[in-house]
């Protein structure tokens, strides 16, 4: 990713309503070529249908969709250059698996020979060569996984659009997925879009990740920078743990105006009688080993604070007086959340 | 005291009645509770089913008494040779494979395209309409169905008003049936659209397929063995009939006619019985056709 790169994807206020409400809300976004790029949510936030939307299976209400440059909103998903790993895989049952990977080869007319000769070396770069035959059925879902990448990749296209494709996964199966995704993209050198609802699986494979939340986006960043510095009380909580201070907390236990956060492993806790004793007071209230770490949560006057010891640290009694204290450069200031239209009429 | 008002106030396994006793000796006897659960329904089929059908080959091999008209109870081959070598029989048997072949046709020509708009296109609301609409006819009576094909096909009818009257015969006795026969066509063929998920239909876009591309490679494959399914129905259905064809037939001849005329006025039970070996026949042969396509499990 350099600054000359060009822009692979660019959405301007793009919209889906459905009735009345808008599934994705005045959506900007420029994604660029060759990079890893994740949309990150909880389920109802609108990852989908932006991801829908780009590959054409849906239509925006309003805003343009640029591929390359070229708008392509009211093209058909046959007419864009992107493909699509599907959730549920969608590989068709009644094709063995390289009869499915060379259906897009079918459909662009390539020859016999060369198709199958496209499709082996596909399957070979999925470890799959030994499954030609199969059908789908006959597969486990990891395989299918495989089978579906190596449909989509086969064709070639600019960019490839993954719905949540490890969601079906088990832990194990999707670590090791995740690693070969990112070998995969890396590879290929193509762009990735990649939708999740894991923060950690969005931190791991991105170069840069979209928190949406509510139809909106609420930060486009690093993954370093969306942990360190999350813009809106949303991503504080959703990526990683988080204290949050709202205004009123904020300015009794900080002396701030705003709203602020400090993540756990920021704070530092020592025993209330010590010399070097914190900015804030609290009561020990629970303390759970983690393996690494301890997480011991604080009661800090009407609000708990979590913090992140680590392992070795002293132990700690229950309804231990201790204070808190932490480097003015790890205390954020966050943003009102970006609400949508809808939500903020309601309010 | 504490202590018995503990044991008391315990909630006590629910006491074991003859009900109760029963129900765990066939929980235990699994096999056996299989075997009395399935007795009924199995001697019914037996006795209503497979005796009534090996009855009837037995009195195709009979014949009539010319004189008498009384069933004579001696074995011969003739009522077969009648109906393998007489003309009639083979003009009548082509004539009732043509019909139902073309009422089979035109109805999953139909079937396809409305079961994908049930499906796939119409949003929930019109879609039950849809089903509704379709399995309106089947909560009608048969003969007032026929009747009402009738009085649209018929000279003078509704469709002669308009110049287009087929009259009766052999096109309205198609018609006829491919109406009376349709919604068992459209509901196997539109739940046969309802299990291919759309996630398929958009891969396929994805790929580059456009809307016929699609069609033919992803959705019709399928859709097949529904296709099948509803077939067999509209197929072995029509093969049967012989009362539309009395009412908009004209004086056409189906099989069901033939065998009809000859249990009734004919009077000859053991031609009769011969003659429904061809219908019996031709479905064998069609479900054994078939039977590869996976249809036989989409029923």
């Known amino acids: 990713m350099t600054e000359t790169a060009a822009t692979a994807i660019s959405l301007r206020g793009v919209e889906r309503r ?37 590959a054409g299976f849906d239509e925006p209400t309003a805003g343009t969709i640029e591929l390359s440059g070229k708008p392509v909103q009211r093209l058909a998903s046959y007419d864009r250059d992107v493909n699509t ?208 770490n301890h997480r011991t949560i604080i009661d800090v006057d009407d609000i708990e604070v979590s913090v992140l010891e680590p392992a070795d640290s002293p132990s700690r009694s229950l309804g231990e007086q201790v204070s808190l204290d932490f480097n003015e450069s790890d205390v954020r200031r966050l943003r009102a959340d970006e609400q949508s239209a809808a939500h903020v009429a309601l309010d | 005291m504490s202590q018995s008002s503990n044991t008391d106030s315990r909630i006590q396994p629910p006491p074991r009645t003859a009900g109760r006793r029963l129900s765990s000796f066939f929980g235990s006897h699994k096999r056996l509770s299989l075997t009395v659960l399935l007795a009924a329904p199995l001697a019914w089929l037996i006795l209503i089913y497979i005796i009534a059908l090996l009855l009837l080959l037995v009195t195709a091999f009979w014949s009539t008494d010319s004189f008498t008209g009384q069933v004579v109870q001696d074995w011969t081959l003739s009522n077969f040779q009648a109906v393998f070598t007489e003309a009639l029989y083979r003009a009548v048997t082509v004539r009732t494979l043509l019909i139902a072949v073309s009422v089979t046709v035109i109805d999953v020509l139909i079937a396809l395209p409305v079961g994908y708009f049930m499906s796939k296109v119409a949003g929930p609301r019109l879609r039950g309409a849809l089903v509704v609409a379709f399995l309106m006819p089947l909560w009608a009576a048969y003969l007032v169905k026929a009747y009402a094909w009738r009085t649209i096909v018929s000279p003078h009818g509704l469709l002669d008003s308009i110049g287009a009257s087929p009259g009766l015969g052999i096109a ?128």
């Open chain 2, 172 to 299: 309205a006795t198609i018609i006829t049936m491919s109406y009376i026969w349709l919604p068992y066509v459209v509901m196997p063929v539109y739940t046969g659209f309802e299990r291919i998920p759309n996630s398929l239909i958009e891969a396929a876009g994805d790929l580059g397929a456009k809307g016929w591309k699609t069609f033919t490679a992803v959705i019709i494959p399928l859709v097949w063995p529904s296709v099948i399914a509803g077939s067999i129905f509209s197929f072995s259905l029509t093969l049967g009939d012989y009362i539309a064809v009395q009412i908009v037939g004209g004086s056409q001849q189906l099989l069901g006619t033939l065998i009809y005329s000859n249990v009734g006025t004919g009077g000859n039970m053991p031609l009769a019985a011969a003659t429904a070996f061809i219908p019996i026949a031709v479905i064998l042969i069609y479900l054994t056709a078939v039977r590869r396509t996976g249809a036989l499990k989409n029923l």
């Open chain 1, 18 to 54: 459905f009735g009345d409400v808008a599934a994705v809300d005045g959506v900007d976004l420029d994604i660029t070529e060759g990079e890893f790029f994740s949309m990150l949510g909880p389920s109802g936030s609108g990852k989908t249908t932006v991801l829908r939307l780009i």
């Open chain 1, 85 to 292: 790993v599907f959730q549920d895989y969608a590989l068709f049952p009644h094709l063995n698996v390289i009869e499915n990977v060379e259906f897009g080869l079918r459909i662009r007319k390539v020859s016999k020979s060369r198709r199958r000769q496209l499709a082996r070396e596909a399957l070979d770069r999925m470890r799959l060569g030994a499954f030609e035959r199969r059908r789908p059925s006959e597969l486990s879902g990891g395989q299918r996984q495989r089978v579906a990448l190596a449909r989509a990749i086969v064709v070639d296209p600019k960019v490839l659009l993954l719905d949540e494709p490890l969601g079906a996964l088990d832990k194990k199966l999707r670590e090791q997925m995740q690693v070969e995704l990112k070998d995969l993209q890396r590879n290929l050198g193509i762009t990735f879009v990649f939708v999740t609802h894991d923060q950690e699986e969005a931190l791991t494979l991105s170069d840069r990740i979209a928190v949406f939340s509510d139809g909106k986006i609420q930060q486009v960043d690093t993954p370093e920078n969306l942990y360190r510095a999350p813009a809106t009380e949303f991503v504080a909580s959703f990526v990683g743990t988080s204290n949050l201070f709202d205004e009123e907390h904020s300015q009794r236990l900080l002396g701030l105006n705003g709203m602020y956060t400090i993540r756990p492993e920021n704070l530092r806790v020592s025993s209330a009688g010590d010399e070097h004793a914190g900015r804030l007071t609290g009561t020990v209230r629970n303390r759970m080993f983690i393996g690494a």
